[in-house]
Nanobody, 125 residues
């Protein structure tokens, strides 16, 4: 079965950096658009970044622009999210997701059938 496993979350001070990873198995990774979403307590799960199947296209939500970078390594079946200049407002559970849809950018959570279990990022002030 499809598994997406996030790692790299943790506690960091404001202004610091973290690199999240999402390792995929059970699917032909190179065919899938991968997304990073986040959800803070009591809030909706929002889009952070997308990367298309071959890495040629990326999309960032407003909160990520200029600070976060999404990348992928299809040889390792892994997608990454480099997060710099972190702020307390970035505190949330971060999830990776996969879709085989070719529409771009695919921003709807409902179009992603596969999700990881999430990794917690906490930014202290």
């Amino acid at each position: 079965q499809v598994q997406l496993v996030e790692s790299g979350g943790g506690l960091v001070q404001a202004g610091g950096s973290l690199r999240l990873s999402c390792a995929a198995s059970g699917l032909t990774f190179s065919l899938y658009t991968m997304g990073w979403f986040r959800q803070a307590p009591g809030k909706e799960r929002n889009i952070i970044a997308l990367i298309n199947y071959n890495g040629a296209l990326t999309y960032y939500g407003d909160s990520a622009k200029g600070r976060f970078t999404v990348s992928r390594d299809n040889a390792k079946n892994t997608v990454y999210l480099q997060m710099n200049s972190l702020e307390p407002e970035d505190t949330a559970a971060y999830y990776c997701a996969a879709t085989i849809r070719r529409s771009w950018p695919e921003r709807s959570r409902d179009e992603y059938p596969y999700w990881g279990q999430g990794t917690q990022v906490t930014v202290s002030s």
